[in-house]
């Protein structure tokens, strides 16, 4: 079981790199047009610090080695948010659909990892949490979104 816990914290460790990374891709025109989301994207990011450093220290309780690394899927995700922006009239809408998609990626890799029993019961709760947090930043901005449509 700590072997497996071990590799499921270190997948939700690169999710969260990936949260992060994504999370550098949001553009300032962003804040121009939507001035209001600026706190809730500053509360994200940190949260996504939190969060990597929870389950790093997770990882580090199990005897195990962080791979603070990101995955192959982020980064396609990451270099099509690149390409659709190049392309987009409008970045800041096209923006806020990338965070709610990646948001909705990160949900359904918790929920997978919760639901797979590889964790023991203190990483379970961690990523309880984890994911509590992150689906209540997923509504914020689909809420967002759908008013915008």
């Known amino acids: 079981m700590n072997n497996q816990t071990v590799s499921t914290l270190n997948d939700l460790l690169q999710i969260t790199n990936d949260r992060i990374e994504g999370f550098n891709k949001v553009e300032d025109k962003v804040w121009e047009k939507y001035p209001n989301l600026k706190s809730d994207y500053n509360n994200m990011v940190d949260q ?5 450093l929870e389950l790093k220290s997770l990882i580090s309780e199990r005897n195990g080695d ?13 270099t099509w948010i690149d390409v659709k ?5 409008d970045n800041a809408e096209s923006t806020l659909e990338n965070v709610t998609f990646g948001e909705n990626a990160a949900i359904q890799a918790y929920e997978k ?3 797979s029993g590889d964790l023991c019961p203190e990483s379970s709760r961690v990523v309880q949490d ?20």
């Open 48 to 52: 996504s610090q939190k969060m990597r």
């Open 66 to 78: 962080a791979d603070d690394s990101t995955t192959v899927a982020g980064g396609l995700h990451r």
């Open 85 to 89: 922006n190049a392309f987009s009239s």
């Open 113 to 115: 990892a919760l639901d």
């Open 130 to 149: 984890q994911l509590h947090s992150l689906k209540a930043s997923y509504e914020k901005f689909k809420n967002l979104e759908n008013r915008h449509d």
